[in-house]
């Protein structure tokens, strides 16, 4: 209590306690209070177990809208290509000598190896290095994870294709059973992970052939592979949990409604494209006697009337009118409605309102503040693909390359450098390349940054430049310059005088 409480304490206790409950009730969090107004959800279980229930209803619904809703088949793609980009992640090697200084020799074989390599990487040879990434990047975004089993130096019936031997098998959620506990010893497994005390993954628990042999997606049919040769890509929202979630499982139900929205309003206008009419009576003798006999009757005959382009109507009876009939389709309000629905759900899945509605209106400046604001967002995915995926493949490919004997590691290589690396992720593009242009002139000649970031910011490698530039000066040396002047002769060389 403070003062003034402890003073009407001494005069009134009742009133004391008042003021304290009153406090009490003050001091909540409105957000943590349920009302008649406002729904309220409690959580109904951990991580793991609403992992267990939802992955693959999620799942299934994903991969279900990319082969149905256009709109979830360009957004998927568009991550992939944003994350990953055309050429993949590249590679920069950065092995050092013991000086400190680039060891560009061996830096120069490891790259001429991984050239080969990307050519073949995986065991099917269906895809190159490049592509398997996006496939990778899809399925994490997709699925929620994405596993690759890393198989390096003689395995039976496989043949690594690449000088380095060593390929990775490409594994779908599918293959790590969500639903399959138990344990291996002392070490429990949950969702198809064996871990240790600590919760670290020291083995995954795969079917042995594709669950699409329904016979044979069974417990009985799995095998144990440890976790040091298996790659985990997933997107996981909580600390403690171990299967990852589709990145679209916040926005699954506002897709499905913009697609049966759509799906509606489409048909709806087709319908209303095609003319259709009704012939309005008169008075309701006109109708007839329905008891009577219709050849007595001229309007109880059937009629049909042809409408053609041009049509003109003269058989019409006393009383008689034509009307038509008014769907007020198309509807005006879908292009907002879907503007607004499609803003609200690229706010829940990553990449920008422009990329999924394709939907490019408004000033530069809008464009690139959209633009910039993005790709922090493409920058923070592409750094998390890196590190599940492209670094731990780049580090064994290393040491495989130096065990098998076809890129060895000098003498003078400093301990623990020979994997060193950068990795070079997708550029952002350039709304105006002369004023993006200029900008990086001027930080370079300002001294604030250097030629090599640039390049690298433009997602090159900066020896591949140079040596480009070098290839392009020898072939051009001996053209005139576009002014005409004559190519610069080289200076004669003179021997020394005695």
């Known amino acids: 209590m403070n003062t003034i409480d402890r003073l009407v304490a001494w005069f009134s206790p009742e009133r004391a306690v008042r003021r304290m409950a009153a406090r009490s009730a003050l001091a909540y969090y409105e957000g943590a209070e349920p009302s008649r107004l406002r729904k ?6 951990t991580a793991n177990q609403l992992v267990r229930k939802a992955a693959k209803p999620l799942r299934d619904q994903a991969r279900h809208l990319e082969r149905n809703h256009d709109i979830v088949t360009g957004a998927l793609r568009t991550f992939a290509n944003n994350v990953v980009g055309a050429s993949g992640v590249g590679i920069e090697p950065q092995p050092r000598r013991r000086d400190g200084t680039i060891h560009q020799d061996y830096a120069d074989r490891l790259l001429e190896a991984w050239r080969d390599w990307e050519r073949s990487p995986e065991v099917t040879r269906r895809f190159d290095w490049s592509r398997t990434q996006r496939m990778l990047a899809k399925s994490w975004a997709r699925d929620g994870e994405v596993f690759a089993q890393r198989l390096a130096g003689p395995v039976a019936l496989l043949d690594h294709n690449t000088r380095v031997p060593y390929s990775l098998e490409l594994l ?7 639903d399959y506990d138990g344990s291996n010893g002392s070490a429990k497994i949950l969702q198809g992970c064996e871990r240790n005390a600590w919760g670290q993954p020291t083995a995954w628990w795969a079917y042995k052939t ?29 600390i403690h949990q171990i299967r990852g979630v589709s990145m679209l499982a916040s926005v699954i139900t506002r897709l499905e409604d913009i697609k049966d929205y759509e799906e509606s309003e489409r048909v709806a206008a087709k319908i209303a494209a095609m003319l259709t009419a009704y012939v309005k009576k008169g008075t309701a003798d006109t109708y007839g006697d329905p008891g009577g006999d219709p050849g007595t009757n001229p309007s109880t005959n059937p009629r049909t009337l042809s409408l053609t382009p041009g049509t003109i109507i003269d058989t019409l009876r006393p009383g008689e009118e034509i009307g038509m009939i008014d769907s007020k389709r198309p509807n005006p309000n879908v292009v907002t409605f ?3 629905q499609l803003r609200a759900a690229a706010a829940g899945f990553p990449i920008s309102y422009s990329s999924l509605a394709r939907d490019y ?7 690139r503040q959209e633009l910039v604001e993005q790709y922090v967002h493409y920058a923070c995915a592409t750094d998390d693909f890196v590190g599940m995926a492209v670094l731990p493949v780049w580090t064994e490919f290393v040491r495989i390359a130096h065990l098998s004997g076809v890129v060895p590691m000098p003498r003078d290589l400093k301990p623990g450098t020979e994997d060193d690396a950068l990795y070079v992720a997708q550029a952002m593009p350039w709304i105006n390349p002369l004023h993006e242009a200029e900008a990086s002139a001027a930080l370079i000649a300002a001294k604030l940054s250097s030629p090599q970031e640039q390049i690298r910011r433009r997602g090159a490698n900066p020896n591949h430049v140079i040596e480009q530039l070098r290839a392009w000066q020898s072939l051009t040396s001996d053209l005139p310059a576009s002014d005409g002047t004559p190519p610069a002769q080289p200076a004669p060389t003179t021997k020394p005088s005695a």
């Open 338 to 340: 879907r503007q607004g």
């Open 210 to 238: 594709s669950p699409d042999d329904t016979w044979a997606a069974s417990t009985s049919n799995l095998k144990r592979i440890p976790a040091d040769r298996m790659l985990h890509i997933a997107h996981l929202e909580r």
């Open 40 to 45: 309220f959800h409690r959580e109904r279980g």
């Open 361 to 367: 209106n408004g000033t530069y400046s809008a464009q």
């Open 172 to 178: 779908e959620a599918d293959m790590i059973p969500v």
